[in-house]
């Protein structure tokens, strides 16, 4: 029994090792292309280990779909090729039964339940974090790729910077707005060029002008052109620009799956309404995911057998039906997270209640026969 063991978990392994690898790689160029493409468009100049290191952080976030993907879609594909080949009557004839030969596939699935919810709870929270401070990073590693020519840049709080045209890392025909409470300009600065250095430990950019000429106008009334009074000019000055707006625009759009499975307890017990809902849709989600290996097992095996084929087109073709019902209930339940009359704390687990039943039934089934 050892070595039929050591086949069929090495088989499954091996299979579904592979597949992980292929739909991370899938889901990695996706999340690059939706996270990532702004910012490299912007600043093309990006440094490869900071893609390399972005790519990375991508990785875990993908792991909770394509490990119960990958599992599934080996599974079908060891026992459809073992049914076809009629490993499994001899098998039988032989005194071992289905549950017995499926049974290293339904511990490595407990297994993997168990990797899935430690990168569900931990490992992918953490890493969409430190993902959101690449971007940062990635964005402010060449601060002139913040200003485009001839716009107005509005991220700095009470200060808009107009660039007329760019001559690599120098700005040029430079003019720095200084805003009241009311957004009215009550202050300019106009500058022939200038360039930029950023100051990220203390959440700024310092950009040196030179020749620079100012421009005060009435506080009272700072539409008024006639009040216009020139001020000096300077050879060459350093003026701050804050980024706690552009930092700030990154930690509100911080969603729910970039928290712990503690942080989100922490969230569950202080939030109401609305609010309370969603998180607790996103709390038990972590659980449910990972239920979602032990689900697939139990559904594949018999579903496998009773293909009886052991082409690959086939197994792929039928993992990505399972998979596609499967993840429709949970991207449901978090289009509706906010909607209480749809209950998306119950529609969360609903995939794995029926997944688990089917699979109970089927392989109950398969066992008799």
């Known amino acids: 029994m050892k070595i039929i063991d050591r086949h069929v978990s090495s088989s499954v392994l091996l299979t579904a090792i592979l597949g992980v690898l292929i739909l991370s790689l899938v889901l990695v160029l996706g999340n690059i292309f939706k996270e990532l493409l702004n910012v490299l468009v912007n600043n093309p100049e990006v440094p490869i280990l900071s893609v390399l290191w972005f790519l990375a952080l991508v990785l875990p976030f993908s792991?909770?779909?394509?490990?119960?993907?990958?599992?599934?879609?080996?599974i079908l594909l060891v026992f459809g090729r073992m049914s076809a080949d009629s490993e499994l009557i001899a098998l039988k004839a032989n005194g071992i039964s289905i549950p017995r030969t499926s049974a290293p596939v339904l511990a490595i699935s407990v297994v993997l339940t168990l990797v899935c919810f430690w990168i569900n709870a931990d490992i992918a929270p953490r890493a969409e974090q430190a993902m959101t401070r690449a971007?940062?990073?990635i964005a402010t590693s060449n601060p002139t790729a913040l200003f485009r020519a001839d716009e107005i840049v509005?991220?700095?709080?009470?200060?808009?910077?107009?660039v007329g045209s760019k001559n690599?890392?120098?700005?040029?025909?430079?003019?720095?707005?200084?805003?009241?409470?009311?957004s009215r300009a009550t202050k300019m600065i106009h500058a022939e060029e200038g360039e930029l250095t950023p100051d990220i430990e203390n959440s700024r950019l310092?950009?040196?002008?030179?020749?620079?000429?100012?421009?005060?106008?009435?506080?009272?009334?700072?539409?008024?052109?006639?009040?216009?009074?020139?001020?000096?000019?300077?050879?060459?000055?350093?003026?701050?620009?804050s980024l706690e707006r552009f930092f700030g625009e990154h930690q509100k759009k911080r969603?729910?799956?970039s928290y712990t499975l503690s942080e989100l307890w922490s969230l569950l017990t202080a939030a109401e309404g609305k609010n309370r809902l969603e998180t607790l849709v996103e709390f038990n989600k972590r659980f449910s995911m990972s239920l979602s290996c032990i689900a697939f097992a139990l559904i594949a095996i018999p579903l496998g057998v009773t293909t009886h084929r052991k082409e690959t087109s086939v197994g792929f073709a039928i993992s990505l039906v399972v998979a596609f019902s499967y993840f429709f209930?949970?991207?449901?339940?978090?289009?509706?997270?906010?909607?209480?009359?749809?209950?998306?704390?119950?529609?969360?687990?609903v995939?794995?209640?029926?997944?688990?039943?089917?699979?109970?039934?089927?392989?109950r089934r398969l066992a008799r026969n």
Request: net charge negative.
């Open 154 to 162: 509005d991220a700095f709080p009470e200060r808009r910077v107009y």
């Open 168 to 182: 690599g890392d120098r700005l040029k025909d430079i003019i720095v707005f200084e805003m009241d409470e009311e």
């Open 135 to 137: 971007i940062i990073d």
């Open 206 to 241: 310092l950009l040196r002008l030179f020749d620079a000429r100012f421009e005060r106008r009435d506080k009272a009334d700072p539409n008024d052109i006639s009040k216009i009074q020139m001020g000096i000019v300077m050879q060459q000055g350093v003026f701050p620009l």
């Open 351 to 363: 995939p794995n209640v029926l997944f688990i039943a089917a699979g109970l039934w089927l392989y």
């Open 329 to 349: 209930f949970i991207l449901m339940a978090d289009t509706f997270r906010g909607h209480a009359t749809a209950l998306p704390q119950f529609l969360i687990w």
């Open 255 to 257: 969603r729910l799956s």
């Open 63 to 74: 792991l909770t779909f394509t490990i119960p993907w990958g599992f599934l879609t080996s």
